[in-house]
């Protein structure tokens, strides 16, 4: 009897370093699910897929994109938010959902700051202001003029309400003292209307409108960073055309939920780090137009806190209301 109630007391100890075992059991040791918050096709979805490829690689294990649009990328981070914070769902996000919709959606699901576990920042895009090869703008003082005799009835396309492509028109609006018609679309869809001539012009980010400039199916006018893009360097930005305050750069970085353990958030961060320094992919990247930035967790989110504070500026300065 005393035997037995010593290997009873006992068996709690023997199960201890399985258990442990059983914890400390590497991650990821199953598939890793990337939500894009838009349609297939777009920036974000393609930045996504390139770093997912090699995460895949580097982990042995499946890595899914999983596209879930709607509400300016409000649908799909709400759905990161609320999964579990255990790395197996993270988020390639953007410059919309992750920093302007705080102040330009009313009635917000989420607190980024709050909600969401910064990794890294992948990529800083410029937006790059194009138009139909059979549009009368050839320049950017055409199309102002053109919107300034028509005031009202220009219209231009962008991914979704609070992306950066909706604000570098309130900006183009504001500064250029014109009004035009805001046509939000559902991620990539708006090229199609863009290029049929249901809309005048958009504010796209370079790598998701790179092979329609290269087959001259878009005209560009200009970027809308401070700096000429690596990518289309004859293309001039809108400082140089006289808008010394446009700056209307897209970025997108990735982001988990909150409480996800941080080993594992420096772990994803440091291997997709390693992803942007891949030769093939960074070359990938800049030939789209982006360029491959990678930063720690901390710098992130130090950098989406300035950028809410930045774009809840704009947004009150351009007089749009929330949503």
């Known amino acids: ?72 990328g409000n649908i799909g981070t709400e759905h990161v938010v609320r999964s579990a914070p255990d790395g197996y769902t993270i988020m390639v996000g953007s410059v919309g959902p992750l920093a302007v919709n705080q102040s330009l959606v009313r009635n917000m699901p989420y607190d980024t700051l709050r909600d969401l576990a910064p990794i890294t920042l992948l990529a800083g895009v410029p937006n790059i202001l194009v138009v139909a090869p059979n549009h009368p703008a050839r320049d950017v003082a055409g199309l102002i003029a053109e919107a300034k005799r028509r005031p009202g009835q220009l219209s231009y396309g962008s991914t979704g309400v609070g992306t950066s492509s909706h604000l570098s028109g ?38 998701s409108v790179m092979e329609q400039i290269r087959g001259n199916r878009l005209r560009p006018l200009a970027v809308s960073s401070t700096q000429r893009s690596r990518s289309n360097p004859d293309v001039p930005t809108m400082v140089e055309l006289g808008f010394p305050e446009f700056d209307a750069s897209s970025w997108f970085g990735m982001v988990a939920p909150a409480r996800t ?12 780090h390693a992803a942007l320094r891949v030769p093939a992919i960074e070359r990938t990247m800049i030939e789209q137009g982006a360029d491959p930035v990678g930063n720690g967790p901390e710098a992130f989110g130090t950098f989406i806190a300035h950028e809410i504070r930045r774009w809840s500026a704009i947004v009150r300065a351009s007089g749009a209301s929330p949503e």
């Open 1 to 72: 009897m005393k035997i037995a109630r010593r290997a009873l007391i006992a068996l709690p100890l023997l199960a201890v370093p399985g258990l442990a075992r059983a914890q400390a059991a590497p991650w990821p040791n199953r598939p890793v699910r990337i939500v894009v918050a838009f349609t297939p096709g777009g920036t974000t979805d393609i930045i996504a897929r390139l770093v997912g490829a090699h995460l895949s690689e580097m982990w042995g294990q499946s890595v899914v994109i999983d596209n879930r649009p709607g509400a300016g």
């Open 170 to 207: 309130v900006m183009l609006d504001q500064m250029a003292g014109i009004r035009t018609e805001h046509v939000p679309y559902r991620g990539a869809v708006a090229l199609n209307d863009l290029l049929s001539g249901r809309i005048d012009f958009m504010f796209a980010t370079i790598p």
């Open 261 to 272: 353990p941080p080993e594992i958030i420096r772990k994803i961060a440091d291997d997709s």
